[in-house]
Structures are given as structure tokens and as C-alpha cells.
């Protein structure tokens, strides 16, 4: 089955600062890339996500970025906030019904 | 727009007592439903999965259940309590199998003493 990993477990940064999250699968059909952000306490948010058939996307600070020959995809934080602080989790969808496949999650720092 | 609710927010039960925690997603048909566990500071364990009424897949072998009586009602129960079912309980909704963006609700903080 699908299978992911995602590095680093824990990343600090100074405010200002860029930040990448990396992940990578296991199945070369996977088309289907998202990012959530937990903050403490509360419920994982749907960030971006990307599709197989894009090698970029850009929201305003975030962007993700996916290379599906080598199986990983990223996530870059430009110009670090405080409120950017938060665990961050990649995921792909596997089985039949394309659940999602979670990584274990990022811990983002941000000292101002 | 759809909502999805959960509830209760918070839960203090002792250890042996039963479980029942509700979702309910509002402005769709026929989701596909789940349930997640989360320990502090962990990650997320996928629990049960349902693309229909009645039907329920689980991921891992343990002392809770979960059921769909209705389209857009999910529910996770249990018969006893364990210290270990300690933990931020979510439900999350996908418009279908077909459809990859999945969406969380608030959560249920679940103390087990």
C-alpha cells in the first residue's frame, strides 16, 4: 500500500526566514498532493494541495512543489511569521476509496 | 457551503464508562465520513471510514465502533473506556471517493481517568 514519509519531525526558523517541509510516497499513480496546518488545540486546515499534473502552485507565502519522478513533494513557507507556527501535515490518497495517507507531522517554530 | 459539526467539545469519562461521539456534515450528499484519533503531540491514526450508510471499514483493531445510521450522521462509540482511548477525536468528510479534498471537524477532547 501507499506508504509516506515526511522530514523534518520538528523544524525551527527565525521570523523572516523560509521554511521547507518535504514528503515522499511510494505509488507513482498517486495524483493528488495536500498540505494541512494544526495549530494547537484546533482541527488540521487544508492549506494548498496540487495535483499530478502541475509541478507548482502558489498561494501569497506558500507554495508546494512536486517532482514525480523522484516520488516527493514540498512545502515552502517564505517570509516566516509567528502565526505560521504550527504542525504542518503532508498526505496522499491510497487504497481503493483514495483515503488520505497522513505523514506524521512537521513542527514549525517560528522565533521572532 | 458544507459544515461539519462534532460534539461534544470536551468529554471527561472515567475509565469502564461507555462512549458516544457524534458528527454530523451539513450542505452534501453522501460523503464519504472518517474518524481520526490524535495522542498529544502525535500524529493522526485513521480509526473507522464509511463511503455509505451502514457501511463501515476499520483501520485498527481495538475497543471502539463506529456507525452511519444516516447519510450524513457518524458515530463512534465504545462499551468501555480504556485509559488509552485518551485523545483529540476528529471527523473529517470527502465529497466522495472520487473527490480528494477532505476537510476536519472541530474535534472532541476526550479525558479518560
Known amino acids: 500500500g501507499e506508504n509516506v514519509e515526511q522530514h523534518p519531525s520538528t523544524l525551527s526558523v527565525q521570523e523572516g526566514d523560509s521554511a521547507v517541509i518535504k514528503c515522499t510516497y511510494s505509488d507513482s499513480a498517486s495524483n493528488y498532493f495536500p498540505w494541512y496546518k494544526q495549530e494547537l488545540g484546533k482541527r488540521p486546515q487544508l492549506i494548498i494541495d496540487i495535483r499530478s499534473n502541475v509541478g507548482e502552485k502558489k498561494d501569497q507565502r506558500i507554495a508546494v512543489t512536486l517532482n514525480k519522478t523522484a516520488k516527493h513533494f514540498s512545502l515552502h513557507i517564505t517570509e516566516t511569521q509567528p502565526e505560521d507556527s504550527a504542525v504542518y501535515f503532508c498526505a496522499v490518497p491510497g487504497g481503493a476509496t483514495n483515503k488520505l495517507i497522513f505523514g506524521t507531522g512537521t513542527l514549525l517554530a517560528v522565533q521572532p | 457551503s458544507q459544515t461539519i459539526h462534532q460534539w461534544p467539545a470536551t468529554l471527561v469519562q472515567p475509565v469502564g464508562s461507555p462512549l458516544s461521539l457524534e458528527c454530523t456534515v451539513e450542505g452534501t450528499s453522501n460523503p464519504n465520513l472518517y474518524w481520526y484519533r490524535q495522542a498529544a503531540g502525535r500524529g493522526l491514526q485513521l480509526l473507522f471510514y464509511s463511503v455509505g450508510i451502514g457501511q463501515i471499514s476499520s483501520e485498527v483493531p481495538q475497543n471502539l465502533s463506529a456507525s452511519r445510521p444516516q447519510d450524513r450522521q457518524f458515530i463512534l462509540s465504545s462499551k468501555k473506556l480504556l485509559l488509552s482511548d485518551s485523545g483529540f477525536y476528529l471527523c473529517?468528510?470527502?465529497?466522495?471517493?472520487?473527490?480528494?479534498?477532505?476537510?476536519f471537524g472541530p474535534g472532541t477532547r476526550l479525558t479518560v481517568t
Open positions: 473529517a468528510w470527502r465529497a466522495g471517493t472520487a473527490s480528494y479534498e477532505q476537510y
